[in-house]
T-cell receptor
């Protein structure tokens, strides 16, 4: 099955630093979703984007739906230890209702 | 509280046995999904259902079966035909196809 390219694969940062990650697709999407997964748990929805160019925030998290509709970005500002986890992007588009998931970005935050 | 429940959290089975994983939701969602997650990898779609008594194969349906007799329930059976069943299984639901999906806590299946 198709998967999105998500980068970076992993990040090791100092508490207080800002974080950026992105997802790219070879096809156009109508919806972009960002999830966070803690070890041994199900993913939790962070932000949903529905329109090209849309910029949406959720606390310290900001996500953007790329103008080309083939990419999306997630930024985390002033990281804290509880930001640790795996972040997944997911996209939906074309004539299918299925979500396509990225391969995940593993974030480690050091105090 | 509205949400999605999966049981059990951990499941151990002997090779060659069928096993059924439970997924229940009280969100009144029409669509439900089953995903498989292997270590260090993303989510792969096994089966999905957009309405009661109807379901479609996902990307990796071989060795799995599902039923959707009630709106609230979407059990997954991992059959002995599944070559490598040990994995983390996630159930999700959404209001309709193509909308935001919400996930349950997952079931970790280990086949010995």
């Amino acid at each position: 099955g198709q998967q999105l390219n998500q980068s970076p694969q992993s990040m090791f940062i100092q508490e207080g630093e800002d974080v950026s990650m992105n997802c790219t697709s070879s096809s156009i999407f109508n919806t972009w979703l960002w999830y966070k997964q803690d070890p041994g748990e199900g993913p939790v929805l962070l932000i949903a984007l529905y329109k090209a160019g849309e910029l949406t925030s959720n606390g310290r998290l900001t996500a953007q739906f790329g103008i080309t509709r083939k990419d999306s970005f997630l930024n985390i500002s002033a990281s804290i230890p509880s930001d640790v986890g795996i972040y997944f992007c997911a996209g939906q588009g074309g004539n299918t209702d299925k979500l396509i998931f990225g391969t995940g970005t593993r974030l480690q935050v050091f105090p | 509280d509205g949400g999605i429940t999966q049981s059990p959290k951990y499941l151990f089975r002997k090779e060659g046995q069928n096993v059924t994983l439970s997924c229940e939701q009280n969100l009144n969602h029409d669509a439900m999904y089953w995903y498989r997650q292997d270590p260090g990898q993303g989510l792969r779609l096994i089966y999905y259902s957009q309405i009661v008594n109807d379901f479609q194969k996902g990307d990796i349906a071989e060795g799995y079966s599902v039923s959707r007799e009630k709106k609230e329930s979407f059990p997954l059976t991992v059959t002995s035909a599944q070559k490598n069943p040990t994995a983390f299984y996630l159930c999700a639901s959404s209001i309709g196809g193509g909308s935001e999906q919400f996930f349950g806590p997952g079931t970790r299946l280990t086949v010995l």
